[in-house]
Nanobody
Framework: QVQLVESGGGLVQAGGSLRLSCAAS????????MGWFRQAPGKQRELVAT???????NYADSVKGRFTISRDNAKNTVYLQMNSLKPEDTAVYYC?????????WGQGTQVTVSS
């Protein structure tokens, strides 16, 4: 099993920044893709950004140019730097880690952006 611990969420004013972290532990062998998803109240969970073990990234159109995903393979950690936050970015953010044998989700961290 892979355990994921997220941190970095909180309350921020519109235009502000937050940095989310997600550290993986346990059976962290052959980690491939890492990513962030979010779910706002009453809405489906949606992809925010992903990064492959080779460093290729993919972003939702709504966050392009504002959010940056990165990873530290030595620490088995994925980050999400969120700048120019908007009220519509308010959601619970979940990290996801795909390895050869596991598809694991974090417990979620709340991000609230006030207007």
């Amino acid at each position: 099993q892979v355990q994921l611990v997220e941190s970095g969420g909180g309350l921020v004013q519109a235009g502000g920044s937050l940095r989310l972290s997600c550290a993986a532990s346990g059976s962290v062998f052959n980690i491939r893709n890492m990513g962030w998803f979010r779910q706002a109240p009453g809405k489906q969970r949606e992809l925010v950004a992903t990064i492959t073990n080779g460093g290729s990234t993919n972003y939702a159109d709504s966050v392009k140019g504002r959010f940056t995903i990165s990873r530290d393979n030595a620490k088995n950690t994925v980050y999400l730097q969120m700048n120019s936050l908007k009220p519509e970015d308010t959601a619970v953010y979940y990290c996801r880690v795909l390895s050869t044998w596991h598809d694991s989700w974090g417990q979620g961290t709340q991000v609230t952006v006030s207007s």
